[in-house]
């Protein structure tokens, strides 16, 4: 019996909440297996990130070349990457394994608003990490951040497509009534996908998002579908969500279920 490898790439939480931990069990919630690097180590709770330490560039490409060497992966997943080298170890790790799907999450802010990579690595991902990508997984206010500064979510999906690859735009931190998440394609389309806003914040919902998301990927699902099967996936997380410490509640990855 073998289960489809995920290779996630992404900082540690210590609380459990996003990151690595996150990664693991959204993957493994769908029936995948989620073999992991560390990208950075984060002083963090469920309220706020207060520092970021990050791995050594030569230790995280001996440690990522190292798994490749010896296991085949159906799918890349990125969360945080913590400087431009890593973004650029990533890129060329994608142009060596062209037919594996990536994922990539460009964390660059926590949801309590303390910095999780600056502008020089969002910068380099534009430039040279989202032409390799599959699709991206930004909230809003990333892909402004991304745009630079442009307002407009849709002008800010038709700009990241042209790297070539699918955005999946999120509204979870949007004033909408719903929630309203929005694929964007290098062909020009625009598919909306409503869901019902919960009450309370959320510590990893987008690392549930795009985990769960390049699982379904590495699982032989199309895009369309795999985007759809996720999502309603992390919105039951959600809503199943927990109060671990005093901030943000926990997606409850494990309750969910894969969908």
């Known amino acids: 019996m073998t289960r489809p490898n995920v290779l996630v ?10 990151g690595l931990q996150a990664d693991i069990e959204a993957v493994a919630a769908q029936g995948a297996h989620a073999a992991s690097v560390v990208t ?9 990130v207060y520092g970021v330490q990050p791995t050594a560039t030569d230790f995280f490409a001996a440690c990522v070349d190292t798994l490749v060497d010896d296991m085949p992966f159906a799918a890349i997943k990125t969360g945080v990457l913590a400087n431009v080298d890593q973004v650029r170890f990533v890129a060329a790790l994608a142009q060596r394994l062209p037919d594996v799907p990536l994922v ?5 802010v926590a949801a309590g608003g303390g910095e999780l990579a600056g502008d020089p690595v ?10 390799q990508a599959t699709v991206i997984t930004p909230n809003a206010d990333e892909a402004r951040r991304l745009c630079s500064g442009e307002p407009d979510v849709d002008r800010c999906g038709a700009m990241l497509v042209e790297a070539g690859c699918h955005a999946l735009i999120t509204g979870g931190d949007e ?15 625009i598919q909306h996908y409503n ?17 769960s998301l390049a699982a379904r990927l590495a699982l032989g699902e199309p895009l369309t579908e ?11 997380t959600l809503a199943d969500g927990f109060a671990a410490g005093s901030g943000q509640s926990i997606p409850a990855r494990w309750r969910g279920g894969a969908a």
């Open 9 to 18: 790439l992404s900082g540690h939480d210590p609380s459990g909440g996003a």
């Open 40 to 48: 950075a180590l984060t002083h963090q709770d469920t309220r706020n």
């Open 104 to 108: 990539v999450d460009p964390v660059l």
């Open 122 to 131: 969002g910068r380099a991902m534009c430039d040279a990490l989202f032409a």
């Open 175 to 189: 004033n909408e009534g719903d929630v309203v998440n929005r694929l964007y394609g290098p062909e020009g389309t």
């Open 195 to 211: 869901w019902p806003r919960l009450s309370g914040r959320f510590h990893g919902s987008g690392c549930t998002l795009a985990a």
């Open 226 to 236: 795999a985007v759809a099967a996720a999502q309603r996936y992390t919105w039951q």
